[in-house]
C-alpha cells in the first residue's frame, strides 16, 4: 500500500503515549498497592503522563489529516458495533478525559486510595485503545500481511517498549536506573523478535492468495459437465482495464519499497532497539542524552511504520499484474 505520512505518525505518536500512560499508570498502581518502589516522585510522573497524553492527541489529530474531509472524524464513532476504527475513536475520546484526571490526581499527589480508579481505568483504556488501533488493520482479510495475530502483538510491543524509553527519560535524571530500564530493554529485544518474525511472514507465501484462486479457477477450469477434473491452467492479465493511473493503482498497486527494504529494516534496527537498549544498559542519566534516545527511538519507528504499510499487498493487486499476494 502507499504509505500516507499521516497515517504512519498517527501509529507511532500514539502507540508510544498510549505505552507511556500504560506503564505510568502501572507503576503507580504498583507502589500504591502492591508494594513496588516507586519509580520517581508522583509530580514528576504527572509531567510523564501529560507527554503520553500529548503524544496521544497529537497522533489522533495526525489521523484527521488522512482524512478526505477532517470535518468528518467524528463519524468514525458511528460504527462501533461493527468496525475497530469505530471503537478505537469510542475508546480514545473516552482515555482521554481519564488520563487528565489521572494526570491531575498524580500533580496534586492524591492520596492513592482516592485514585486507583484514575491509575486503573487509565491503564485499562490505554490497552484497549491499542489494541483497537491494531485491529483496525489486523481484521482486514483482503491484505494477508496485515490479517494476522503478528500485527497487534507487534503493536503492543513496540507501543510498550518506545513508552518504557520515554518513561526512563524523564525519570533518570532525578531518580537514576529504575526498574523501568530493565523492561523497557526486555521490550526492545522481544520487538526486535517480533517485527523479524512478521518480516519473515510478510515475505514468505504462507496464506499467499493466487490470481488463479481470485478468479474461482483454483482448481483449474474445464468444460461444462465434464466427469474430468479441470484441467490445471495458469491464468494471465490480458488487460488492466485502464490506461492512466487510479486510486488503486496509486494507493494498492503502485507502492513497493523494493532494495529500501534492507535499508528501513536496518534502521530500525539500531534507531529503535540498539540505540536505546544501550542507553538503557549503560545507566547515562543526563537529560539530553535522554531526548536523543526517545527522538532517535521514534525515528525508526516511522521506519518500521513505513515499511508496515508499503509491504502490504492488497488483493487487488491480482487484477492488475501480481501473480500472487
Known amino acids: 500500500m502507499h504509505p500516507a505520512l499521516s497515517v504512519i505518525a498517527f501509529t507511532v505518536l500514539s502507540g508510544a503515549g498510549l505505552g507511556t500512560l500504560a506503564l505510568v499508570a502501572l507503576a503507580d498502581l504498583g507502589a500504591s498497592y ?11 510522573l504527572a509531567i510523564v503522563a501529560a507527554t503520553g497524553l500529548a503524544l496521544v492527541v497529537a497522533g489522533l489529530f495526525s489521523s484527521t489529516l488522512h482524512l478526505a474531509n477532517p470535518r468528518n472524524a467524528w463519524r468514525s464513532a458511528s460504527r462501533f458495533r461493527t468496525s475497530w476504527l469505530s471503537r478505537e475513536a469510542v475508546f480514545a475520546m473516552m482515555l482521554l478525559p481519564v488520563a487528565a484526571a489521572f494526570v ?9 486510595r482516592r485514585m486507583w480508579g484514575w491509575s486503573a481505568g487509565t491503564l485499562l483504556l490505554a490497552w484497549t485503545v491499542l489494541v483497537c488501533t491494531a485491529m483496525i488493520y489486523a481484521s482486514l482479510k483482503p491484505i494477508r500481511q ?69 478468479l474461482g479457477v483454483a482448481r483449474g477450469v474445464g468444460p461444462p459437465g465434464a466427469r474430468r477434473a479441470g484441467s490445471v491452467m495458469a491464468a494471465r492479465l490480458l488487460d488492466a482495464g485502464h490506461s492512466k493511473g487510479t486510486f488503486l493503482t496509486r ?5 513497493d519499497p523494493g532494495s529500501r527494504r534492507t535499508v528501513v529494516r536496518f534502521a530500525f534496527l539500531v534507531a ?12 547515562i542519566g543526563d537529560p539530553l542524552a535522554g531526548g536523543v ?14 515499511l508496515f504499510f508499503a509491504d502490504a ?12 499476494t
Open 34 to 44: 502492591a508494594g513496588w518502589e516507586a519509580i520517581a516522585p508522583r509530580p514528576t
Open 104 to 112: 491531575v490526581a498524580l500533580w496534586l499527589d492524591v492520596r492513592p
Open 146 to 214: 496485515w490479517h494476522t495475530l503478528r500485527v497487534p502483538v507487534a503493536y503492543a510491543v513496540l507501543g510498550h517498549a518506545s513508552g518504557a524509553v520515554i518513561v526512563e527519560a524523564f525519570v533518570r535524571p532525578g531518580s537514576g536506573a529504575t526498574c523501568v530500564a530493565s523492561a523497557g530493554v526486555a521490550l526492545l529485544v522481544a520487538a526486535w523478535i517480533v517485527k523479524e518474525e512478521y518480516w519473515r511472514f510478510a515475505r514468505s507465501d504462507e496464506g499467499a492468495i493466487s490470481i488463479e484462486q481470485a
Open 251 to 255: 494507493e494498492f498497486v503502485n507502492a
Open 272 to 283: 529503535s532497539v540498539v540505540v536505546p537498549g544501550v542507553w538503557l544498559v549503560a545507566g
Open 293 to 306: 534516545v526517545v527522538l532517535c527511538c521514534l525515528a525508526g519507528l516511522l521506519a518500521e511504520r513505513w
Open 313 to 324: 499487498k492488497h488483493t487487488v493487486r491480482l487484477f492488475h499484474g501480481d501473480r500472487s
